[in-house]
């Protein structure tokens, strides 16, 4: 969470200098290789591929991928009771994408996605399953510079606003997430605005057989000022909109249109860094009123470990949940499209009526390996309501007891760069079973470990 905001529809194109722009970003769309038309500045294997110069002036093309192996395992303890629930899986993600330039102010981008999943997958975790599918599929008009443009996309495409508290295309899962819909991006010295209306795309599990989701509409407006109220942070408000036809909560299923407006301040002072968010939100669910809100805050400063370079961190985030189910009104919070940055590496548990504070430290060793350690607990916001999912599905109803603590999730998580094409990270968690789960299947907790070797050009 103490990621820098960026606006609401993804990080855009546009960086200086050729050293900035060879970085392989989460969105292969945001990638800017027009620097490599200059042969002096070739020195990557893989760059014939980032500029291909096409006989039209101006006009070149852009090949990219990315190759990402995962194995993960989960194990459910078991008891004399209940028997263990063992996991063990491989998870494979591919992507190949083609930017197409013509001339100074159009392009079309295009990107494969391959998402499979190998072995025993019976815990309720949200892995997907995606042989094929076009993940972006969009037409570019810009204009302008630096320091003032504007720039919109039509079609399918990754949508993000900030670290992912609200709209993200999960880069976590095996699949990822896009939308068919229109964005605009408008920039002004230290202003930004971005805006645009979006379905979300269905995954299916076969080939070229993703559609929007009808019943799903999505539309939203973010403001940005840089340096604001000091030279090194920024501030940014906004409002969402989402009207879904199928919502599901403890007080049932039904049909929701809900708004959100939010505020985010966030930057550097000194040694600290920080990440705070307000959200309200309103609306109504069946026809009945909804009032709900979260609060996010991410603080961190700089030390040593002895020789070493780290970050102490802590992370609390408060999201309603529903005061009674039978009284007609519904304070449950909705997340919209979230990322799986609520729920640490294991990426189950979603804010909806979600409590958690995360101490956390991270240390960068010798040749380029971050260790990290977080320890994030759980709470339910509401003793009447549920623990929910990242992709909002009902986990576990709150009618069973009405204690609060939900669990421990104490973490070691290891990533290396290896080279400036391959990665390597893995995690080993324990998850400590609180009082509200303790009639339940992870009643004696759980443990899980994952390793991804990610591989890009």
């Not at 645009?196 to 080939?207: D, E, F, M, S």
């Not at 939203?220 to 604001?228: D, E, I, S, Y």
């Not at 030279?231 to 403890?250: A, C, H, N």
């Not at 030390?303 to 009674?324: E, I, Q, Y």
Request: proline residues 6%; positive net charge.
């Amino acid at each position: 969470m103490a990621a820098m905001l960026h606006p609401l529809w993804g990080q855009q194109p546009g960086t200086s200098g050729a050293a900035v722009q060879r970085r392989y970003l989460s969105n292969r769309a945001d990638e800017d290789w027009s620097f490599l038309k200059n042969r002096t500045l070739r020195k990557d294997s893989w760059d014939p591929l980032k500029f291909i110069p096409l006989p039209r002036e101006n006009w070149f093309l852009t090949l990219s991928g990315e190759a990402r192996l995962s194995p993960q395992g989960l194990r459910i303890r078991g008891d004399s009771v209940q028997p263990a629930t063992i996991d063990n899986y491989l998870l494979q993600r591919y992507l190949f994408g083609a930017d197409l330039h013509m001339g100074s102010h159009f392009r079309f981008f295009a990107e494969l996605q391959s998402g499979i999943i190998n072995g025993r997958i019976a815990s309720p975790r949200p892995n997907d399953q995606d042989l094929l599918e076009l993940h972006q599929g969009f037409f570019e008009y810009k204009t302008g510079n630096e320091s003032r443009r504007f720039l919109v996309r039509a079609g399918r495409q990754e949508l993000n606003i900030g670290s992912g508290r609200l709209i993200a295309p999960s880069q976590g899962l095996n699949v990822k997430r896009s939308f068919d819909g229109l964005s605009t991006h408008f920039q002004a010295g230290p202003w930004t605005v971005d805006g645009g209306v979006a379905r979300l795309v269905r995954i299916l599990p076969g080939l070229f057989d993703d559609p929007p989701d009808s019943e799903q509409e999505f539309w939203g407006l973010n403001v940005t000022r840089q340096a604001v109220p000091f030279k090194t942070s920024q501030t940014s408000v906004y409002y969402l909109g989402i009207d879904r036809k199928r919502s599901t909560y403890v007080q049932g299923i039904g049909h929701e249109q809900r708004h959100t407006i939010g505020g985010r301040f966030s930057g550097k002072w000194r040694k600290m860094d920080f990440n705070y968010e307000l959200i309200g939100q309103w609306g109504t669910f069946r026809a009945l009123p909804v009032r709900a809100w979260a609060v996010s805050t991410d603080t961190g400063v700089a030390l040593k470990v002895g020789p070493f370079p780290g970050r102490l961190g802590l992370t609390a985030n408060r999201a309603s949940g529903d005061k009674d189910p039978r009284d007609g009104s519904l304070e449950s919070f909705n997340p919209l499209f979230p990322g799986n940055s609520y729920s640490g590496i294991v990426g189950l548990l979603g804010p909806t009526n979600l409590s958690d504070l995360t101490p956390s430290v991270r240390i960068r060793l010798p040749g380029a390996v971050v260790l990290a350690f977080e320890a994030p607990s759980y709470f339910r916001t509401s003793s009447r309501d549920g623990v929910y999912a990242i992709d909002q599905r009902l986990l576990l109803p709150g009618q069973t007891n009405l204690y609060k603590y939900v669990g421990t999730n104490p973490s070691v998580i290891v990533s290396w760069q290896v080279t400036t094409h391959i990665d390597v990270s893995g995690a080993v968690t324990r998850f400590l079973s609180g009082k509200f789960l303790a009639d339940t299947f992870v009643r004696n907790g759980f443990g899980f470990y994952s390793i991804a070797a990610t591989y890009r050009f």
